[in-house]
């Protein structure tokens, strides 16, 4: 017991399940017996000792007959079976049952789907196991798809739910029963769940879970799109690209098709999609792959520039089209087991703009000429320029009035400042501005006048043109606001510049510490780096050959800032070699810096290139536009939307938060945020796994307004929740005003609501998740059609509240078999081998027959021993009335033809006296009837002893008082 309790306690699972153990009620006979036991090992040793032949059989038969003595005489304990089971009536179980489209699944080869054989399962009248269930537990029956309902009769399964929230469902269960004796949940699904973040599942407080499987492993024919990642990129040919991993199982040799719908890209736009369709140009693009394996993942990758600014809708959809060798698929092998996973809804959402780029040379430039040309054709991007035609200079000296030391031409006027009178003001000149009163005065001095451009560059201008509050300004306008800088090379730029030891120079990428003595380059030309090939918004051709060919074929630079090396963080893409010496030096470095970005071109005439391209291949400006895109792609807007769904519910509401921020970007409060929805809605809304692919879509005319509420954890920050009814596409527009009712801004966003994308996204059962659900919470996976068993062995499981149960092992049947299998086999063994009968010893128990209960007086050890003659054998005093000598059981008085079995039924039949029914030890072979023995008439004795007889009640009490004398 002590070993059985220690491997228990090193398994876990065992120890749940064994909970009970073995109770000796007759614990006052152990000595007695264990003095029989050894009396009769003994006579037995002494008796096989004697016998003639093999060892080892002598061996066997001997432990034969002592295992089955010691098994009788062990019934002499009254062992007792005592273990704990479920108080029927007082724990709940919990059947969760999944209610989702994906039950309507039909797996290959079968006749029904899952949803329907999930009905036979739990509406069958002659299910046993939920009888079973039901006589030991308060059965509690619910369903889930979207959110966890409780219902009353499985009936009400209609397999028709939107989603499958197992997550939801299982934490539900566990705040419904929490601190109530919920015994376990029986879990029916096929497992693919929907509101599961990286498949991470919070089980606390959950009781054990038996999940049953719904489905099975075998390959589904089916083609459906697994994953979809959208990015947006500076690239200026393709700013979105769309990623999409389709999975086909079954069809190989076939082709499939990817096509990419537009359905939706103006706020304003009242055309449905059907009449896009007729008018032509529906169809973005299209691509078609070959399959090649039987399960396999086909990528497809699309790039595109959104024609229009805001949000924009797609359809991305997939199909199995006709291969060109039909032989290679029959018609069988062209139908899917659904379509609702053929496609998916995308949003794209290119921002408004335009953003503006303060421009700031120190004198009029070639540079502006090539780079506003380029970033007229970027409708997000306006270029606003601030260009100083002519520097301060000494001013022309004038003679006033005796002993007026001040120009007479500022008599009447404040002085400025004290350089007002000696030096002549700058002279700039403004180009694309808002008004006329933007940049009146020059660079901005405020940060609410710099703080609304995305990015500053800086192009050939000294550090003295700025003072040092605006230097300090441009350093917390990137840092903190999160706005771009560039500095542009030239002659008064970087070190020419004396930038070093400024706040504007700590913030670039490179060092600044060349010396004087350096003398300038020649000529250079440029090179990519590594990294600066890798970089898309570097590049401008699409493999890396041509892109080689480009530089190769470019002009030379005749204009290059020398600098140090590049800064810790920093990267460098473009190097300039120098054509004579061939030594390299920084041509372009970027790093982030704060909340911005920060970067660094050395070559001070770019311009060249534009000019030497004879070839007009604009590759020139599409270089601008794609390095300006890249500075400011990530700067913060004044007022941003985010649009999140909650990631661990499969309800598809939507928090819609804004961030207003004023002029200095410092959180707003006390703003009014008006929040209008619109819809796009699918007229071929998907129904089960039959439906077709929707093709058509329409942009519903009513808009949801909302109101925004101040959010208690964050300031500046407003939020909504809005549930999508349908499922299609959705934009939102932000309208934002102040406390005074001004209008501050307006921005926009969108999201997709697809429930059944994710729904039907795997066909096979997922049965990794419900077999890590079952381990964690300390269940077990349970087949369907092992459930009789379970719920049979259910009630000794570790349940809350459970009661202690016993029942007697002594008089078993099994105790009994085992025995007396013992003692047929050690005969059987005997018979064979042609063993002598002598010297054997038996033993025979009587039983009273109603009480069930073994009377220790009534169990007697019967001794015989053959010498030449028949003898008894001397008898100790102690165990004179226990201990009897028989020769035979009275079958002479009967017949001596029938066989002893056959004899002591008679004998105790006809009423003979009890104590003459002992047991026959020996007689010749050749005159012992067939098939007789003293084993056969002990069995027989065993069995006929529980017989009732209206004698036997009186012959056991003439043997009560013949034994006790």
């Not at 309790?5 to 699972?13: N, W």
């Amino acid at each position: 017991m002590e070993l059985l309790h220690a491997i228990l306690a090193r398994d876990d699972r065992l120890q749940r399940m064994a909970l009970g153990n073995i109770v000796f009620s007759g614990q006052d006979r152990l000595v007695p017996a264990l003095v029989w036991w050894g009396l009769v090992a003994a006579l037995l040793f002494f008796s096989y000792w004697r016998l003639n032949g093999s060892r080892g059989v002598k061996q066997i038969c001997f432990c034969l007959k002592v295992l089955g003595f010691g098994l009788l005489l062990l019934c002499l304990l009254e062992p007792l079976w005592t273990e704990k089971r479920a108080k029927p009536g007082a724990n709940y179980m919990a059947i969760l049952a999944d209610n989702s489209q994906g039950m309507q699944i039909r797996d290959q080869g079968a006749l029904e789907s899952r949803g329907e054989q999930l009905l036979h399962l739990l509406v069958d009248e002659l299910s046993s196991w939920r009888v079973q269930l039901e006589t030991h537990f308060q059965v509690r029956r619910y369903i889930f798809d979207t959110r966890l309902h409780g219902i009353k009769s499985f009936g009400d399964l209609r397999f028709d739910g939107r989603a499958s929230g197992l997550g939801s469902a299982l934490r539900s269960l566990a705040q419904r029963f929490e601190g109530q004796p919920l015994a376990g949940i029986l879990l029916f699904s096929d497992g693919n769940a929907t509101d599961l973040v990286d498949g991470e599942l919070d089980l606390t407080g959950l009781p054990p879970v038996y999940p049953v499987i719904s489905g099975t492993d075998d390959r589904v024919r089916d083609i459906s799109i697994q994953n979809v990642a959208m990015t947006e990129t500076a690239f200026e040919d393709a700013p979105v690209t769309i990623t999409a991993e389709i999975g086909v199982n079954g069809f190989k040799g076939g082709r499939v098709s990817a096509k990419l719908v537009p359905t939706w890209n103006d706020w304003d736009e009242s055309d449905s999609v059907a009449d896009k369709e007729r008018q032509g140009g529906f169809d973005l693009e299209e691509q078609v792959q070959e399959v090649s394996g039987e399960r396999t993942t086909l990528n497809f990758r699309f790039q595109f520039r959104p024609e229009k600014i805001g949000v924009s809708f797609y359809q991305l959809q997939v199909a199995l089209v006709n291969s060109e060798e039909p032989a290679t698929l029959g018609a069988a092998a062209l139908s899917e087991a659904t379509l609702a996973n053929n496609q998916r809804v995308l949003v794209v959402n290119r921002s408004g703009g335009p953003y503006r780029i303060l421009y700031v040379a120190g004198r009029p430039h070639w540079e502006y000429k090539f780079l506003n040309r380029a970033l007229d054709e970027d409708d997000q991007v306006q270029l606003v320029g601030l260009i100083r035609l002519a520097k301060r200079s000494p001013r022309f000296e004038f003679k006033g009035r005796r002993g007026e030391t001040s120009n007479p031409l500022y008599r009447g006027f404040d002085k400025q400042d004290d350089l007002t009178e000696q030096r002549d003001q700058p002279v700039l000149t403004r180009l694309n501005i808002r008004d006329e009163s933007e940049l009146v005065g020059g660079f901005p001095k405020k940060a609410e006048d710099l703080y609304g451009y995305a990015a500053i560059i800086v192009d050939d201008l000294e550090a003295g043109f700025f003072t040092m509050d605006q230097m300090s300004l441009m350093q917390k306008y990137v840092s903190e606001r999160g706005g771009g800088f560039l500095a542009l090379g030239g002659y008064d730029s970087l070190i020419d510049g004396g930038y070093e030891g400024t706040p504007v120079g700590a913030m670039l990428p490179v060092y600044l510490n060349r010396t004087l003595t350096d003398k300038p380059v020649e000529t250079v030309r440029i090179e990519l780096t590594r990294e600066g090939m890798l970089e898309p918004w570097i590049r401008l051709r699409p493999t890396e050959n041509q892109e080689q060919e480009r530089l190769e074929s470019m002009t030379s630079f005749k204009v290059l800032s020398k600098v140090g090396a590049p800064k810790p963080g920093a990267t460098v893409l473009i190097v300039a070699k120098e054509e004579s010496t061939g030594e390299e030096y920084p041509g372009l470095a970027v790093q982030r810096y704060g909340k911005g970005k920060t970067a660094a071109m050395m070559i001070g005439d770019l311009w060249r290139w534009q000019m030497h391209d004879q070839a007009a291949t604009g590759e020139q400006g599409k270089a601008w536009r794609q390095l300006i895109r890249w500075l400011i792609a990530d700067a913060p807007e004044q007022i941003e939307m985010t649009v999140d769904r909650v990631p661990a519910d499969a309800n598809p509401f939507v928090t819609i938060g804004v961030r207003v921020k004023d002029k200095k970007f410092w959180p707003m409060e006390n703003a009014t945020v008006n929040l209008g929805v619109k819809s796009l809605t699918l007229e071929n809304p998907r129904e089960g796994v039959d439906s077709s692919i929707r093709e058509v879509a329409s942009v519903s005319n009513n808009v949801v307004q909302l109101v925004a509420e101040p959010s208690a954890t964050e300031p500046g920050l407003y939020e909504a929740v809005f549930v999508p009814r349908q499922t299609g596409g959705y934009a939102v527009e932000a309208t934002v005003a102040d406390m005074n009712g001004l209008t501050v801004g307006r921005a926009e966003a969108g999201w997709s609501s697809d429930p059944a994308a994710e729904e039907f996204r795997s066909l096979n059962p997922d049965r990794e998740l419900m077999e890590r659900i079952a381990r964690q919470t300390g269940g077990q996976v349970v087949a369907a059609n092992d459930l009789g068993k379970f719920t049979k062995g259910l009630p000794i499981r570790q349940v809350p509240v459970m009661e202690e149960w016993t029942s007697p092992m002594w008089h078993t049947a099994w105790m009994f078999a085992l025995a007396i299998g013992c003692f047929i086999l050690e005969w059987g063994i005997r018979r064979t081998r042609g063993f002598a009968w002598r010297g054997l010893v038996s033993l025979s128990f009587f039983f009273l027959p109603r009480s069930g209960l073994m009377v220790p007086g009534q169990c007697r050890l019967m001794i015989g021993w053959r010498w030449s003659s028949w003898r008894a054998l001397p008898v100790l005093p102690s165990t004179r009335r226990c201990l009897r000598v028989g020769l035979s059981i009275g079958g002479r008085r009967v017949s001596v033809r029938m066989p002893w079995c056959m004899r002591l039924a008679v004998a105790i039949k006809t009423g003979k006296p009890i104590r003459r029914c002992c047991m026959r030890f020996w007689k010749p072979r050749s005159t012992r009837p067939r098939g007789s023995c003293g084993w056969c008439s002990m069995g027989m004795g065993l069995l006929m002893g529980r017989l009732e007889s209206s004698i036997w009640s009186d012959r056991m009490s003439q043997l009560k008082n013949w034994l006790n004398g």
